[in-house]
C-alpha cells in the first residue's frame, strides 16, 4: 500500500500535526499529552526564538486517507557552528506499527537534509536541550513525565532496520524521598557553604526570585555546554522560558544557592508531577484542564526534577550536596514521597554519583539515535 507524505503548510495542518499522537496513544496510561496550545506556539515563527536560528519542516504520513505517522525535520545551525557536525535533527516523530511508514517519514527527511548539504540526521531532538529528547527504549510501563518522549516499543525496531544506530543514551531514576537528610549529605553541605561562604536563597513568591531568573539560566549555559548536543539558550530564548514555566512554580521548590557576590553558584528547578493532571486535561487548559493542573500543583506525593545545575568552577565541590540538603527538607515539608530524575546522560558520571545516597531505582531509558548519509 502506497505511504503519501505531505507537508505541513498551514495552520488546518498543524492542528492535524499536532493531534496525530492523541489517536495514536488512545487509552494508554503512560502517555502524557502536551497541552495543544503549547504545541502550536512551539510551531510559530513568531512565539519561538528558536526559529531565529533553525529551519524546520513538518510532515504528516497518509495511508488510505487516513493520518498514520508525523515527524519534523530540523537544522539548527548554532549547533552545527558549535560542534562542527553538519547534523539534521529529526524530533516529533510518531507512526502505526507499519514498516512502510516509518520508512517513508524518514526518507523524507533524510531527503531534505541531504538537499540542504547536512551529513547526517540525529534524534529524536527538539530545537534545543529543554525540549523533550530522546526515543524511549526502556520504560514502557512506566508513567511518563511533562518534560519526556513517551513511544511505543516497536519505534526502536523500525529504526534500527532503517540503519540508525545509538548516538547517546538517557537514563531516569525513580528516587524515594528519606525520611530524613543522609548525614552525609548534611555534613558535605554545612562544609561547603562555609567554605565557598554561599548562601540559600528562600523565598515565598516568585517576584522575589526575580533579580535571579537570567542568572540562573547563564549558570545553565555554562554548566551543560560541554554535554551532548547542548547549544547556549540565548535571552529570547530565556525569557520565553521564564515566562512559559517559572511564571507558575512554586518557589519553595526552587533551591538556589548564591555566592558571595550574590550571584548564582547553583540551582535546582522542581515542579510537582503534572503527568496525572495532564493525562485528565488531555491537551486543554479549559474548561476544566487547569483546575487538574491546579490541584497537582498543591497537593503531590511525586515530584519531579527538571534542571540541576551547578556553575562550572564550583563543580566537584560538594555543592550538589547543598543543592540536596535544602530540597530533601522542602520534600519532606510537603509531604513527597518520591521524587522523577528526568533525562540524564548515561556518560554523566557526577550526576549518577549524587543519587548513591538515596533509595533509587533506574526505570527508563532513551536514545539519540544517528545515521550518517
Not at 126 to 136: A, Q, R, S, V, Y
Not at 167 to 185: G, N, Q, R
Not at 214 to 240: C, S
Not at 296 to 317: F, S
Amino acid at each position: 500500500m502506497n505511504i503519501l507524505i505531505k507537508e505541513v503548510k498551514s495552520k488546518r495542518d498543524l492542528k492535524k500535526f499536532i493531534s496525530f499522537p492523541y489517536k495514536l496513544y488512545k487509552g494508554n496510561k503512560y502517555w502524557i499529552p502536551q497541552l495543544k496550545k503549547d504545541e502550536m506556539n512551539l510551531f510559530q515563527k513568531e512565539k519561538n526564538p528558536a526559529y531565529e536560528f533553525c529551519d524546520i519542516e513538518l510532515w504528516l504520513a497518509y495511508k488510505n486517507e487516513k493520518i498514520v505517522g508525523r515527524i519534523a525535520g530540523i537544522i539548527n545551525y548554532q549547533f552545527i557552528e558549535k560542534w562542527q557536525d553538519k547534523y539534521c535533527r529529526f524530533g516529533w516523530i510518531d507512526f502505526i506499527d507499519d514498516e512502510n511508514v516509518s520508512k517513508a517519514l524518514l526518507n523524507t527527511v533524510e531527503n531534505w537534509a541531504k538537499g540542504n548539504g547536512m551529513e547526517a540526521i540525529h534524534g529524536p531532538l527538539g530545537f534545543t536541550d529543554l525540549d523533550p529528547e530522546g526515543m524511549l527504549i526502556e520504560g514502557f510501563e512506566e508513567l511518563g513525565t511533562i518534560a519526556t518522549i513517551y513511544n511505543y516499543s516497536y519505534y526502536k525496531e523500525h529504526i534500527k532496520k532503517l540503519g540508525y544506530n545509538k548516538d547517546a543514551d538517557w537514563v531516569e531514576y525513580e528516587i524515594k524521598v528519606p525520611d530524613k537528610v543522609p548525614e552525609k549529605i548534611e555534613r558535605i553541605a554545612k562544609i561547603v557553604q562555609k567554605r565557598n561562604k554561599l548562601r540559600i536563597v528562600r523565598a515565598s513568591k516568585i517576584k522575589e526570585m526575580k533579580p535571579y531568573l537570567l542568572d540562573m539560566f547563564y549558570v545553565l549555559n555554562t554548566a551543560y555546554e560541554n554535554l551532548y548536543g547542548f547549544v547556549p539558550l540565548n535571552e529570547k530564548q530565556i525569557q520565553t522560558y521564564i515566562k512559559q514555566y517559572i511564571s507558575f512554580a512554586n518557589p519553595k521548590l526552587i533551591s538556589i544557592i548564591l555566592d558571595e557576590n550574590d550571584k548564582v553558584a547553583a540551582f535546582g528547578l522542581t515542579f510537582p508531577s503534572l503527568s496525572k493532571s495532564f493525562q485528565k486535561a488531555n491537551g486543554k487548559l479549559f474548561p476544566f484542564g487547569f483546575i487538574h493542573i491546579l490541584k497537582a500543583l498543591k497537593k503531590n506525593n511525586l515530584i519531579d526534577l527538571y534542571i540541576v545545575a551547578v556553575r562550572p568552577d564550583l563543580q566537584g565541590k560538594g555543592v550538589n550536596a547543598l543543592l540536596f540538603s535544602e530540597l530533601i527538607k522542602i520534600y519532606i515539608d510537603n509531604n513527597f514521597e518520591k521524587a522523577e530524575s528526568n533525562p540524564e546522560l548515561e556518560t554523566n558520571s557526577k550526576v549518577q554519583a549524587q543519587w548513591k545516597f538515596f533509595d533509587r531505582r533506574q526505570h527508563k531509558r532513551r536514545r539519540c539515535f544517528i545515521k550518517h548519509l
